[in-house]
């Protein structure tokens, strides 16, 4: 039978075609590329942010997209009556923290996640919250209790997220977070402790090829994480602050090896860290293997010899021509004829933030945008009932690997989904277009007559199913699946001219319950189609 | 034919949660609940989308003069009429329905509705699926607000080892809205795979040959084997069978329910099974031009009756007739006057089907009455709440209590007589307990004796599953005056409850064997 045809098999993957170069796109731009753009680069686009892209096109898109951010107002105490030092509505950055108030830590974590929850929340056209979530998950921090700690790191990434990649994998090894998730802060000259420099080699820079002789990882060796993580000791965390204690540092020559032609490192006390840098960066596999780690982000896991010399090679010389800036880089790769063909749209599995997101922006969930108290409590509880359970949250990511979906080979993305997340999905689908989840008294609905009214003639059903697709699918459906949605769900057994009554009479009185309550019923029943269908695990 | 003995469960991804693999809920503490476990009763919803034109579907011959005057457009010739009483007759297409009237296994409630007629489709279907008043915004379906006053927590904690079944299954891609509680829907969606849940999830051979096409393959394969639910229906499915011959092809209904009869008679324990059938929005072309006992309308009644007639059939050839009650709805009936174009407009009340074997046959409530100045908005006049069939089904056939259903349903609940004591087939059934059978041991693992006293008569010795399905026959034969003794080895049965079944001509008696 011909439905015996596997696909499942990676194999079939270098089936695709992967042509083409970093050659900027060309082609039209429609919907269909206009919202992949913005679905890989935001979080959850809506239907006007992707509108406004196809009539403005790719380039202003673009643009707009690296725009630089304002800075947000720093994070706030938003529910906690007991911290001595910070009133409520006001900020605890910089606050002293008094060890041993019941509560006092998780008030502070809990407002830093609804802090970045905001942040993601928020419905800009901008990369910058998708560049920061995969700084994070490139350069982990995770387990680190204080939440100024935490917010230093965060704040480091935003400085750097489109910024110099050299400088800022500089910061970050004497960022005080990072010294003590990877316990560079306990590595000195008479105790050497390797996790960082090991690291920072293998995950954050240069990567880990090959085993090709004994200690011999291609790119670099064992006694060049030896002689690394002596070059980086003698640094502490003080009150918070990074310190560097001379006498900590082992002031010794560093023999490196043939991976880094031999080159040896003397003692430069608290500068030392950069040299250690400079060196890894100046090998151009350094370039190359962070490009592979924004194309698996923004673009497909696959990665073919084609891919490999076509785009990430390019990709990696304009890194290296722009002096590590990874803004115009990703732009190259955003806007190549590569990032649009078919083997790049809609290959992407969801990962939990993208779906949740998606279903909270796209789907038009109202932000208590005045109250921000209200703001911060609608943030946690998608922090707390979602992110959490469905085991993508900020600050708690399983290895300094990173999540498995951005790493573990060959199922890459795949391993998002399975019989304890789908139904998970399933299940927040089944609340939030239902209207089961309550913030306050507040019930959370997807305002789907909001989204509709949006719509290019919302009375007219094939228009609608077409639009209502085209905001949350990245792929068309097949004519018999739109032909049953709209038989089979939207207007079962009803001709077509009965939604344009009754949607007309609704919009002549839409707020006449007895009419609006009925319309969104039926949107409701395609929306539970619709967000359960495999198609929408996919972006 | 493609695939047909495969049934899909869950083609879109309709999964409850579940944690930790188990219920959380231990029935067995809890007080004697309103909805009884071990009722094995079946309910049969049949939704006919659109808004059935009652006055052509079962015909008020006592009005036939007054309603010639404003539909002779569409009105079915005198002649034609199906006759069931003289005042009364059905539409020639429903040879079907108008057998079963005879076999007394169809009731038809007239005129059923609500005060203050909601004539929007998708209101009146939402009052319908809700079993609200007109005028109360009702988010719960009726079923879903029964199945919720035992297992408020579904879908969380759920399927369990106690309630391993859905609740409810509706064929087609979408679960229906009479089944949605609080937090989930209580009914799955299940779609055979030459039916609409294959176009819907789009030919797997058509997927795209690309990294999407790819992916999607994937997703489709792990949503279908993350449904909870998949393996205890097919299960079911794959073990149930079909005896009728009266199925017709080309009848979306029919197989809709010949889907169901299978799963019910291999044994899901599923309470409520919903369909559908659209397409009686009849405003233009309801009947033919040229012979109006033909066109859309005559179709769809003539899909209707034989596929009930066809249902009816193999539920009775299965021997599990007395489990299954079915009833139509439709979200309005139409306008007393017809249209221009050969058709009807939105109305108010309708009739409803309640068949089985286990109903009284008849008609509740009487012929509507026709005026000889029926105004161009007008439309049959309610007789019956339908919030009183809801809830007389739910009392009488799933024994609910009549104060539950006035509190979760309607206040001003009536009971009508339309299930009639049918007696329960997976109980204990002792209709003469002359025979002092005695089975022993048992429960039995292995070999039981069974023993009895005969009269010297033809006696019929088997063995009957928990359905009410014949699964061996034991013994068929005269047996000589006095004790007998039977040996029956159990040893091939599955662990579960059994009946064994021993019928003479005068005699009949049920007892209860249990394999361990």
């Known amino acids: 039978m011909s439905n015996t045809m596997t696909l499942k098999t990676d194999k079939a993957l270098s089936k695709c075609p992967n042509p083409s170069s970093l050659t900027p796109y060309q082609g039209e731009w429609t919907w269909r590329e206009a919202s992949h753009l913005l679905r890989r680069t935001l979080f959850g686009p809506t239907y006007e942010q992707i509108s406004v892209s196809i009539s403005e096109g790719m380039e202003k898109t673009i643009n707009t997209l690296f725009e630089p951010q304002a800075a947000p107002d720093l994070p706030i105490n938003y529910y906690f009556a007991n911290d001595p030092e910070v009133p409520i509505g006001e900020t605890w950055v910089g606050k002293k923290f008094t060890p041993g108030i019941q509560g006092l830590a998780t008030s502070r974590n809990n407002s830093l996640l609804a802090w970045i929850m905001n942040q993601v929340l928020e419905k800009k056209v901008s990369i910058l919250e998708k560049m920061i979530l995969f700084w994070h998950n490139h350069l982990v921090i995770s387990d680190i209790g204080s939440a100024e700690l935490k917010y230093q790191y965060i704040l480091l990434v935003r400085k750097y997220a489109l910024g110099d990649f050299k400088q800022f994998v500089k910061d970050m090894t004497i960022n005080p977070a990072m010294l003590l998730y990877l316990n560079g802060n306990e590595n000195t000259a008479k105790a050497p402790n390797e996790n960082y420099g090991r690291e920072l080699m293998e995950l954050f820079t240069i990567g880990k090829g090959p085993l090709v002789g004994d200690g011999d990882y291609t790119n670099y060796t064992e006694q060049d994480v030896v002689e690394f993580s002596r070059a980086l000791s003698g640094w502490v965390v003080r009150q918070g602050k990074a310190v560097f204690k001379s006498i900590r540092h082992d002031k010794g020559i560093k023999q490196l090896s043939h991976r880094f032609d031999n080159k040896s490192l003397g003692n430069l006390e608290a500068d030392e860290y950069k040299k250690v840098v400079d060196i890894i960066f100046d090998q151009e596999e350094t370039s190359k293997f962070i490009c592979r780690q924004l194309y698996i982000w923004f673009a497909n896991y696959e990665i073919t010899e084609d891919v490999e010399t076509n785009v990430i090679v390019p990709m990696a010389k304009i890194l290296r021509d722009n002096n590590f800036a990874i803004e115009p880089a990703v732009k190259a790769l955003l806007q190549s004829e590569h990032f649009y063909n078919d083997c790049v749209i809609g290959s992407i599995i969801k990962s939990p933030i993208d779906f949740s997101t998606t279903l909270l922006k796209a789907g038009e969930f109202p932000v208590p945008k005045d109250d921000i108290i209200l703001q911060y409590k609608y943030s946690i509880s998608i922090v707390r009932r979602i992110l959490r359970k469905q085991e993508q949250n900020y600050f708690d990511i399983p290895s300094v690997a990173g999540w498995p979906a951005y790493y573990q080979e060959p199922v890459y993305y795949k391993i998002w989904l399975s019989s304890v997340t789908l139904p998970l999905r399933n299940s927040l689908v089944t609340a939030l277009v239902k209207g089961n989840t309550k913030l306050g008294k507040k019930s959370l609905t997807m305002d789907l007559l909001k989204i509709v009214s949006k719509f290019d003639s919302p009375e007219d059903p094939n228009k609608l199913l077409r639009s209502m697709t085209d905001l949350f699918l990245a792929y068309s459906l097949t004519d018999e699946q739109y032909e049953f949605l709209k038989t089979q769900v939207l207007l079962p057994g009803l001709p077509d001219y009965e939604w344009t009554v009754e949607y007309s009479d609704y919009a002549n009185d839409p707020n006449n319950e007895s009419k609006s309550k009925p319309i969104l019923n039926r949107l409701q029943e395609v929306m539970l189609v619709l967000l359960n269908l495999a198609e929408f695990q996919m972006m | ?516």
């Open chain 2, 1 to 516: 034919m493609k695939r047909r003995d495969f049934i899909k469960v869950g083609s879109i991804l309709t999964v409850p949660v579940f944690f930790n693999g188990f219920g959380l809920k231990v029935f067995a503490n809890k007080p004697v609940p309103s909805i009884n476990e071990y009722n094995d009763k079946i309910l049969i919803l049949i939704q006919m989308d659109g808004g059935n034109d009652t006055l052509n579907t079962v015909i008020p011959l006592d009005q036939y003069s007054n309603l010639s005057k404003v539909r002779a457009n569409i009105m079915i010739p005198e002649n034609k009429v199906l006759k069931v009483t003289d005042k009364t007759g059905f539409h020639p297409a429903m040879t079907g329905l108008r057998s079963m009237m005879d076999e007394s296994k169809l009731n038809i409630v007239r005129a059923a509705g609500y005060p203050n007629q909601n004539r929007s489709h998708f209101r009146s279907t939402d009052i319908w699926m809700s079993g609200s008043a007109a005028n109360v915004q009702k988010t719960t379906g009726w079923m879903g607000s029964y199945f919720s006053q035992e297992h408020s927590d579904y879908p969380t904690g759920y399927p369990n080892s106690d309630i391993n079944y859905p609740f409810a299954i509706t064929i087609g891609s979408t679960a229906s809205n009479t089944c949605q509680g609080e937090l989930g829907n209580y009914s799955i969606a299940v779609s055979d795979a030459t039916q609409a849940g294959e176009l819907f999830e789009g030919e797997w051979e058509k997927l795209p040959d690309n990294c999407f096409g790819h992916q999607l393959s994937y997703v489709r394969e792990t949503i279908r084997q993350s449904n909870a639910y998949s393996d205890i229906v097919s299960e079911a499915y794959n073990k149930g069978n079909n005896l009728s011959t009266k199925y017709p092809e080309d009848n979306k209904l029919a197989k809709s329910l010949k889907d169901v009869a299978k799963m019910i008679s291999g044994g899901l324990k599923t309470k409520v099974y919903i369909v559908r059938l659209g397409g009686f929005d009849t405003h233009s072309g309801q009947v033919d031009t040229t012979d109006v006992t033909k066109g859309k309308h005559a179709e769809l009644l003539k899909t209707l009756s034989d596929a009930i007639e066809a249902f009816q059939d193999d539920l009775n050839l299965l021997d599990i007739e007395e489990r299954v009650v079915g009833m139509t709805f439709s979200e309005f009936g139409r306008r007393i006057k017809s249209n221009a174009s050969f058709g009807t407009d939105h109305g108010s009340a309708v009739d409803m089907f309640v068949f089985g074997k286990c109903i009284n046959a008849g008609f509740t409530g009487e012929n509507p009455k026709i005026s000889d100045n029926v105004d161009k908005k007008e439309a049959v006049a309610m007789q019956t709440d339908y919030r009183d069939v809801y809830g007389s089904l739910l009392v009488d056939w799933f024994e609910a209590s009549e104060d539950d259903v006035k509190s979760f349903l309607y206040e001003d609940f009536k009971k009508l007589p339309i299930i009639s004591s049918c007696s329960p087939s997976s109980n204990e059934t002792v209709i003469t307990d002359n025979f002092d059978v005695i089975i022993s041991p048992n429960p039995v693992s292995g070999r039981a004796t069974i023993s009895f006293t005969s009269r010297g008569e033809q006696i019929k010795v088997s063995v009957i599953n928990e359905l009410g399905s014949e699964i061996k026959q034991i013994n068929n034969k005269v047996f000589e005056n006095g004790r007998q003794e039977i040996i029956f080895d159990a040893g091939s049965l599955s662990s579960g409850i059994y009946f064994i079944n021993i019928a003479s001509k005068n005699m009949f008696v049920s007892k209860k064997l249990v394999k361990i």
